[in-house]
């Protein structure tokens, strides 16, 4: 999973770069925070002091993962937005899958 956090970050970060207008600042400042954010709390995950932490570590991911779809979503409507490629947005909605199931799996076992 960090493998592909790393690198739905680094799409972003490029994708970024022709958001970086004056009026879509705020939304290329919100889609990069939240999708850097994913692979952080999944490194931070690592340390988990319990298996409570090391779920609420890939929760607090799967929630950044969502923002994230918001953002995209939101870029993608924008008919004044250049729209997001495919390959971030089929790579974010992976990762919230991979972070739902495992989260899922952990708690039931």
Do not use: H
Request: charged share 30%.
């Amino acid at each position: 999973m960090v493998s592909k956090s790393v690198e739905l970050a680094l799409k972003v970060i490029e994708y970024c770069k022709c958001l970086e207008t004056s009026k879509n600042y705020v939304i290329s400042n919100q889609l990069l925070k939240s999708s850097t954010s994913i692979g952080a709390n999944l490194a931070e995950s690592r340390e988990a002091q319990s298996k409570k932490d090391f779920i609420s570590k890939l929760s607090i991911s799967s929630k950044e993962a969502a923002e994230t779809a918001y953002w995209l979503y939101l870029c993608d409507k924008s008919e004044e937005i250049e729209s997001p490629p495919n390959k971030i947005i089929d790579l974010n909605n992976e990762l919230r899958k991979m972070l739902r199931s495992a989260i899922i799996s952990l708690k039931t076992s």
